[in-house]
């Protein structure tokens, strides 16, 4: 195949910083806003640990609704049991005001469950924004299941607003609007550009449970997946984190090609598709070896994409975190991108993969509410 040209270029980290090796499990500079909930109250989350208040404040308008009880079930985490609808206004918009301001990097996730709240039973569709830009398209599908989005966003300014903008007949709502502050010399992008979550997944998981606050200091939520054909190996000892800092519970276990059942026991190969033939991916890939190797064996590998070196040949370090990362995306009129992780010749040990982060960037302005 044709070498593409200003594909995707990684770039490695792998260094470890003293003042992260412990994890400090506080929400200081956290925005947790459960909408929906009467003014001036606040509580902490019992499943997450999280403390929560109203949005009286951060919103002008809307209307607090608490969904349908039918909806209501014991292991609904509680930011779900009420929203706040927007039934008048085409545009209605939150504002954040974050400690770091302009200076910070943030991660910010806006939640929905529509739970017939309003008892009409029409599934809603609206557009979210972040500040000027358009950042997605809230489809509700199922009235039960939740919805979330995720974006990484440096703002312009000192404040970050979410916005819910009216496309047709139904009404724009939110369950929940969260900010986490995040180190800044992590997921860089060009011109400073907004990230969307496309999809973070945890590779390995022994619980099939998501992996987020308080495991992870950052409050990113990271779903358990299983690629076919692959076996999970595990440690009980700690991995040194790298400014990432991705969660102890995702980076102690790995998948390695299953000797058994594995067509190709020397790759580890996985793909997704495009949204858009214009849009511009990232991807972070994580590693850390979990086997102590005598110094007779290796573990090397190389990661492709697109049938392009991405980066390699590399081994990853024993109970360290590598991350690997694109330096600069590329728009090239690609439908489906195709990760491969092979093996080197020299190689006395298959490849391995941690956990996978791969995002969207966002177009910049393209409002015209």
């Given at each position: 195949?044709?070498?593409?040209?200003?594909?995707?270029?990684?770039w490695?980290?792998?260094?470890?910083?003293a003042t992260i090796?412990?994890?400090?499990?506080?929400?200081?500079?956290?925005?947790?806003?459960d909408?929906g909930?009467?003014?001036?109250?606040?509580?902490?989350?019992i499943?997450?640990?999280?403390?929560?208040?109203?949005?009286?404040g951060?919103?002008?308008?809307?209307?607090?609704?608490?969904?349908?009880?039918?909806?209501?079930?014991?292991?609904?985490?509680?930011?779900?049991?009420?929203?706040?609808s927007?039934?008048?206004?085409?545009?209605?918009?939150?504002?954040?005001?974050?400690?770091?301001?302009?200076?910070?990097?943030?991660?910010?996730r806006?939640?929905?469950?529509?739970?017939?709240?309003?008892?009409?039973a029409?599934?809603?569709?609206?557009?979210?924004?972040?500040?000027?830009?358009?950042?997605?398209?809230?489809?509700?599908s199922?009235?039960?299941?939740p919805?979330?989005?995720e974006?990484i966003?440096?703002?312009?300014?000192?404040?970050?607003?979410?916005?819910?903008?009216?496309?047709?007949?139904t009404?724009?709502?939110?369950?929940a609007?969260?900010?986490?502050?995040?180190?800044?010399?992590?997921y860089?992008?060009?011109q400073?550009?907004?990230?969307?979550?496309?999809?973070?997944?945890?590779?390995?998981?022994l619980?099939g449970?998501?992996?987020?606050?308080?495991?992870?200091?950052?409050?990113?939520i990271?779903?358990?997946?299983?690629?076919?054909?692959?076996?999970?190996?595990?440690?009980?000892?700690?991995?040194?984190?790298?400014?990432?800092?991705?969660?102890?519970?995702?980076?102690?276990?790995?998948?390695?090609?299953?000797?058994v059942?594995?067509?190709?026991?020397?790759?580890?190969?996985?793909?997704?598709?495009?949204?858009?033939?214009t849009?511009?991916?990232?991807?972070?890939l994580?590693?850390?070896?979990?086997?102590?190797?005598?110094?007779?064996?290796?573990?090397?590998?190389?990661?492709?994409?697109n049938?392009?070196?991405?980066?390699g040949?590399?081994?990853?370090?024993?109970?360290?975190?590598?991350?690997?990362?694109?330096?600069?995306?590329?728009?090239?009129?690609?439908?489906?991108?195709?990760?491969?992780i092979?093996?080197?010749?020299?190689?006395?040990?298959p490849?391995l993969?941690?956990?996978v982060?791969?995002?969207r960037?966002?177009?910049?302005n393209?409002?015209?509410?």
């Amino acid at each position: 195949m044709e070498m593409l040209k200003g594909f995707l270029f990684a770039w490695l980290i792998a260094f470890s910083l003293a003042t992260i090796a412990v994890a400090q499990n506080n929400q200081t500079g956290f925005i947790s806003i459960d909408c929906g909930i009467p003014a001036g109250s606040n509580y902490t989350d019992i499943i997450t640990g999280l403390s929560y208040t109203s949005d009286v404040g951060y919103v002008s308008g809307g209307v607090n609704k608490s969904i349908s009880p039918i909806y209501q079930t014991n292991s609904l985490e509680r930011p779900y049991l009420t929203v706040t609808s927007f039934p008048t206004g085409t545009k209605n918009c939150y504002t954040l005001t974050p400690n770091e301001g302009k200076s910070g990097k943030y991660l910010v996730r806006a939640s929905f469950l529509y739970g017939d709240y309003d008892g009409t039973a029409q599934l809603p569709e609206f557009d979210l924004y972040i500040g000027e830009t358009y950042w997605d398209t809230v489809t509700i599908s199922n009235a039960s299941t939740p919805t979330w989005m995720e974006a990484i966003h440096t703002p312009s300014n000192d404040s970050v607003n979410v916005c819910l903008v009216k496309t047709d007949t139904t009404t724009p709502f939110i369950s929940a609007l969260e900010l986490r502050p995040l180190n800044v010399s992590t997921y860089r992008t060009v011109q400073n550009s907004s990230l969307e979550l496309f999809v973070r997944l945890d590779f390995g998981s022994l619980t099939g449970e998501e992996v987020r606050y308080s495991d992870d200091v950052y409050d990113r939520i990271w779903t358990p997946y299983k690629l076919s054909n692959k076996v999970t190996i595990n440690t009980t000892q700690d991995i040194l984190q790298n400014s990432y800092r991705v969660p102890l519970a995702v980076m102690n276990t790995a998948v390695i090609p299953d000797p058994v059942t594995a067509t190709d026991s020397d790759s580890i190969n996985f793909f997704w598709y495009a949204d858009n033939t214009t849009d511009k991916y990232y991807i972070y890939l994580h590693f850390a070896e979990l086997v102590e190797l005598p110094e007779t064996e290796t573990r090397e590998f190389s990661i492709y994409i697109n049938d392009d070196l991405f980066y390699g040949p590399m081994s990853p370090d024993y109970l360290s975190a590598t991350t690997i990362y694109t330096v600069t995306p590329g728009s090239l009129g690609i439908e489906r991108y195709d990760v491969v992780i092979n093996k080197t010749a020299t190689s006395t040990h298959p490849p391995l993969i941690n956990a996978v982060e791969i995002y969207r960037e966002l177009k910049g302005n393209e409002t015209n509410i």
